[in-house]
């Protein structure tokens, strides 16, 4: 098993486009969050999944915001007519499930919007 | 909205010397967990506890949840340049609304000096 993967690494956009990120969980894990992270700052919680249902999105995913799951599988952020308060690292975590068990987070996505 | 303050907000000590670190809450957490985080990367998990008064050690590191369930500590003895990164609390409770998503704090950065 590989943990979890985010692609890309790094992404640079200019306002106003649209980007998606792409998170592949641990296999045996049906639980799926994603987080967002600034600098000097924790994570803060977005949204999570429990297979391919969206149970829970926080009021800092804007319209602009929208995540899936199909399947139940890998998950897509995808982050429409970006603005520069966006820049921030977007991590993506799964879990075996409950809050017994720890969350294996990826390496996160580095977006930097000019 | 559940707060975790992490205190101190940043610690620089040298090799071979203890630490405490903080993370304290006016909520009450079902769950409560501790992880290291180094730059550029996604946080890694340390522990999990979820009974109050629970101890659990990790070869150097010793963290206690609270009785209360409401804070919780991070004890490392004999630092080594290797502990350096920024630590990170998380919270989790069953709110009864499907509530799911960790609460971070904003962190401890540590730096170990050889």
């Known amino acids: 098993d590989t943990g979890v993967s985010q692609n890309p690494r790094h992404k640079i956009t200019k306002r106003g486009q649209n980007v998606t990120f792409r998170c592949d969980p641990i296999s045996e894990h049906n639980r799926l969050y994603w987080y967002r992270q600034t600098l000097g700052q924790g994570p803060e919680f977005l949204t999570y999944f429990q297979n391919e249902a969206q149970l829970e999105k926080s009021r800092l995913l804007s319209d602009r915001f929208s995540a899936e799951r199909p399947k139940g599988s890998f998950s897509t952020l995808e982050i429409q007519r970006t603005e520069q308060g966006d820049s921030a690292m977007y991590l993506c975590a799964s879990s075996l499930g409950g809050l017994a068990y720890g969350y294996t987070f990826g390496s996160g996505t580095r977006l930097t919007v000019v | 909205t559940q707060l975790l303050e992490q205190s101190p907000q940043f610690l620089s000590i040298q090799e071979g010397e203890n630490l405490t670190v903080y993370c304290n809450s006016s909520s009450v957490f079902s769950s409560l967990q501790w992880y290291r985080q180094e730059p550029g990367e996604g946080p890694v998990l340390l522990v999990t506890?979820?009974?109050?008064?629970e101890v659990k050690k990790l070869k150097r590191l010793t963290f206690q949840f609270g009785d209360a369930r409401k804070d919780s500590s991070l004890h490392i003895t004999a630092a080594q340049p290797g502990d350096t990164g920024l630590y990170l609390c998380a919270g989790g409770s069953y709110s009864g609304g499907g509530a799911d998503g960790l609460t971070f704090g904003k962190g401890t950065h540590l730096i170990i000096q050889p």
């Open positions: 506890v979820v009974t109050g008064g």
